[in-house]
């Protein structure tokens, strides 16, 4: 038999997991009609990569083991060479707008800037 104090203490805790039980369903529900937050939206770098360049570049090309970018100059360079090829009439900040969001993406270990 449960002495008084020992039936006192074995409500608390059923009371104690009972909120807690609550509490979590609760949480738990919350998270679950939470809206998913929008993804950032491209920045222009993405922007102009994706329309003149991914139909050629894809990500194997920034893996390959001959690979012509070594360092940031590398990287700005191949993106400058490659507008020129194309056409596509970029100027300095463009190329610098690819290639920032190429060594985000691809080189995320060149030296910095």
């Not at 009439?89 to 060149?110: F, I, P, Q, T």
Request: proline share 4%.
């Amino acid at each position: 038999m449960l002495t008084g104090i020992e039936r006192q203490r074995l409500g608390e805790n059923n009371m104690v997991r009972g909120v807690s039980a609550t509490v979590l369903l609760a949480l738990w529900a919350g998270l679950a009609t939470a809206e998913t937050p929008p993804l950032p939206a491209p920045g222009r770098g993405e922007l102009l990569y994706s329309t003149h360049c991914i139909a050629c570049h894809n990500e194997q090309m920034h893996w390959r083991d001959k690979k012509l970018v070594t360092n940031w100059h590398s990287l700005r360079s191949e993106v400058r060479r490659w507008q020129e090829t194309m056409a596509l009439g970029w100027g300095r900040e463009e190329v610098d707008e690819v290639a920032r969001y190429l060594k985000a993406v691809y080189y995320r270990d060149l030296a910095p800037e």
